[in-house]
């Protein structure tokens, strides 16, 4: 479908084809956001839109999105549902799995490999020179940055993390060049988060942030490794962003691990082996 719009794109009246050229660069935005929105991105009319919809081919907007969606999600629901009270059991497992592959999906698509380059040099820098790697998060930020610390003290890295606000501060406040610190946060939006992540940079050390697009915490660093999410975290408990932060650290860790090169393997065996007598055989 999406190669059937471009190729009717030089047919089409030039403010038909500023919509098809809105479809082309986010179809899965086009397929959920209201005609208003879509006519006021692609500066045209909102009837405009119709007739894009109707000049190759479809019936009207209404029959666009639905083909659209089929398209481009290829089995993979690209609109986010909220798990409502009524739902029963199999439609909150179809709902929160959906959700999460999608996010990851989108995360997949959007994420600034430019971005995650400058922060796993950081990273990996950080630990060639035997310095300190900080991760901070609270309440469900804060389990992501205890499974970041976990991970990268098995590739031998001097990495702590911390969950309490004044541990935080008081953390940052020791730290220095050469030190990395990672924020890590849902909103983008707590005090001592921020507050831990100014202290950081003012003391030299590199600060890298996990955080919303658009809100005050992602400024706030140095590197801005953008997790984006339609997830309504007002009424349930955070899931999507969660997984989405764990995804975002495994990129990282990976990356980094990568970096250090071939003299990991030993010490990653060695403590597989050192690990077998804790376990039944």
Do not use: W
Request: glycine share 8%.
């Amino acid at each position: 479908m999406l190669e059937r719009i471009k190729a009717s794109l030089p047919s089409l009246a030039p403010a038909e084809q500023r919509v098809g050229r809105l479809v082309l660069g986010d179809p899965r935005a086009f397929a959920n956001l209201p005609v208003s929105e879509l006519a006021e991105r692609a500066h045209v009319s909102k009837p405009t839109v119709v007739r894009f919809c109707r000049s190759i081919g479809y019936d009207g907007l209404s029959d666009f999105k639905l083909k659209l969606a089929g398209s481009v999600s290829e089995g993979v629901p690209f609109i986010h549902r909220s798990v409502d009270a009524d739902d029963k059991t199999g439609d909150v497992l179809v709902k929160v799995v959906d959700n999460t592959v999608a996010a990851f999906l989108k995360y997949r698509n959007d994420a600034s490999t430019h971005a995650i380059e400058k922060a796993v040099q950081a990273l990996a820098a950080t630990y060639k020179t035997g310095r300190r790697i900080e991760f901070y998060g609270v309440g469900n930020s804060g389990i992501v940055a205890q499974d970041a610390q976990h991970k990268f003290f098995r590739l031998g890295v001097n990495a702590i993390a911390y969950s309490d606000g004044h541990m935080q501060v008081m953390s940052a406040t020791m730290l220095g060049p050469g030190d990395c610190v990672v924020v890590i946060s849902n909103s983008g939006r707590t005090r001592d988060l921020m507050d831990a992540c100014d202290i950081a940079r003012k003391n030299g050390a590199t600060a890298i942030v996990v955080t919303a697009t658009g809100s005050p915490l992602a400024t706030a660093g140095h590197i801005h490794l953008a997790a984006d999410h339609p997830e309504g975290y007002d009424r349930y408990s955070p899931m999507v962003s969660r997984l989405l932060h764990l995804v975002i650290i495994d990129v990282l860790a990976t990356t980094v691990a990568l970096r250090i090169g071939p003299g990991l393997q030993p010490l990653l065996r060695e403590m597989k082996n050192n690990l077998r007598s804790k376990r039944y055989a």
